[in-house]
């Protein structure tokens, strides 16, 4: 069940697909641990992110880090709701099962969640733990930027770090954790209120911003949402591109089909595109595109 658990909140704030063969790494890795040892998530995280034999374990860990800090005690519960053990982090982790989560609706840009942004929900403390977030932020390198801040009216702090030099924008755990704690420490100095704080990394459903997101992730699929015209009305259509360039003067992107099964004829029996596929190109105006998100192929 523990392992269950643990799984089930990968899912939710992960990357949202964590595939049954890194399952079958994470769930004994837990369970090496004894009864009477209680090692924590981030442990357990980090010693499956040390053995998972995924050829691409960065894609796989795109996001799944997330620290949660209270000024409560923390508990580890097990299905019957029995306080079992203290976590690993001195009683500053919020238990999985308590903590009030983000909504899940679709996301949108400027949501400050997937969509990234800022979103303050008429907070009055709001403007305050904005601030010291970039202050802290300050001292970290050039290459950490705030994706999404959003805070909840019952005292809740929403922080998605992204990380320019990296791939898929993901900080550290390392460096997560530095910011997560230092944030924290801050924000207890300087506002009265009790606040929880949760920090990450961007997930797999980051919305990337048009055009401003989009050269830097020209080498990676991209799941483009778009009208084939300007009437709202029409239905949206969906594929997998590559970027191929962007026209700043005409506003306009232009797009060209990934190599990827959902691209490929079903009678093709896997075969790759075809010439006339590879050299089609699509040119879409800003204000059609509807989403674009990094295709996460399964």
């Not at 009864?35 to 357990?44: F, R, V």
């Not at 305050?128 to 909840?152: G, W």
């Not at 390392?174 to 997930?203: C, H, N, T, W």
Request: charged content about 30%.
């Amino acid at each position: 069940m523990r392992a269950y658990r643990i799984y089930s909140c990968l899912q939710h704030r992960g990357v949202r697909r964590i595939c049954s063969s890194s399952y079958s790494i994470l769930f004994p890795r837990i369970h090496e641990y004894g009864p009477s040892s209680k090692p924590g998530l981030y442990a357990i995280l980090g010693a499956f992110k040390a053995t998972c034999i995924s050829p691409e374990p960065t894609s796989c860990f795109a996001s799944i880090t997330a620290f949660r800090h209270l000024h409560a005690t923390s508990a580890v519960y097990n299905h019957d709701g029995v306080d079992e053990a203290s976590d690993e982090s001195n009683g500053e982790v919020e238990p999985i099962d308590s903590w009030e989560e983000e909504d899940e609706a679709e996301p949108e840009v400027g949501d400050g969640g997937d969509g990234g942004g800022v979103v303050l929900n008429s907070c009055p403390w709001g403007e305050k733990a904005l601030s010291i977030a970039q202050d802290v932020l300050r001292e970290f390198s050039e290459e950490m930027e705030l994706y999404a801040f959003k805070t909840s009216p019952r005292g809740y702090i929403y922080v998605r770090l992204d990380k320019l030099s990296n791939e898929y924008g993901c900080p550290g755990m390392d460096e997560i954790e530095a910011f997560s704690r230092q944030y924290k420490k801050m924000l207890d100095e300087e506002i009265p209120d009790d606040l929880a704080l949760e920090v990450s990394s961007p997930g797999a459903d980051r919305l990337l911003r048009v055009p401003d997101d989009l050269l830097r992730f020209k080498d990676m699929a991209m799941l483009v949402n778009y009208l084939e015209d300007s009437d709202t009305r029409t239905p949206e259509k969906e594929a997998v591109y590559l970027l191929d360039s962007i026209e700043t003067e005409s506003k306009c992107c232009v797009w060209k089909l990934a190599d990827v099964r959902e691209n490929r004829d079903p009678a093709a029996k896997g075969r790759p595109l075809s010439r006339k596929q590879r050299d089609c190109r699509l040119k879409l105006p800003y204000h059609v595109i509807k989403r674009v998100k990094l295709y996460i192929g399964y």
